[in-house]
């Protein structure tokens, strides 16, 4: 089952297709392998040994994505819907969310995007929110005008900040890219 970046339970799922992805090309690699001395009278030089390794980089790009995603769960389905109540009109609300930048990886349980507003909740205590806000403002810069960034800390102060939200005329186009921009950060 696919799930999309920005839904909830993606980083679980991600974290799971992950593991097993990193399982599955280890055992071609060994299989491969394996086969190679097999028929080649237990040499290692040989045409199989190559494909062998050659069955470590996608491997290795699994595991690193299996690594980057293991300290972060999925925001709770009750948490979600309880957040998504709370969206107004014209906004879109993505949740499970890792960030790299090359400094960086940042987890944000839910982003907000809409009416010239996005406005993210934090998900693990201790990340530097300055960083992370202008992270996302200096992005958002590049697609959209006139964009407020707001990254808190508390899951109160975020519903009251997605409340106080009002409606605005916004370029379509515009928007449409600060979203892809947003989802396009999203491990």
Known sequence: MFIEKGSQGYINKRKKNALIWTLIMAALGVAVFVTG???NDMSKRNIFTVIAVLFVLPGAKFLVRFIVTFPYHSVEESRYNKVKSNISEGMELYTDMIITSPDKVMNLDFIAVGNKQVIGLIGKEK?????????????????????????VESENLFISELNAVSLQEVDGEEEDNVKSYIKSLIV
């Open 37 to 39: 001395l097999l028929l």
């Open 127 to 151: 990340q530097d929110i300055a960083y992370i806000r202008k992270y996302i403002s200096d992005g958002v810069a590049n697609w959209g005008l006139g964009y407020k960034v707001k990254i």
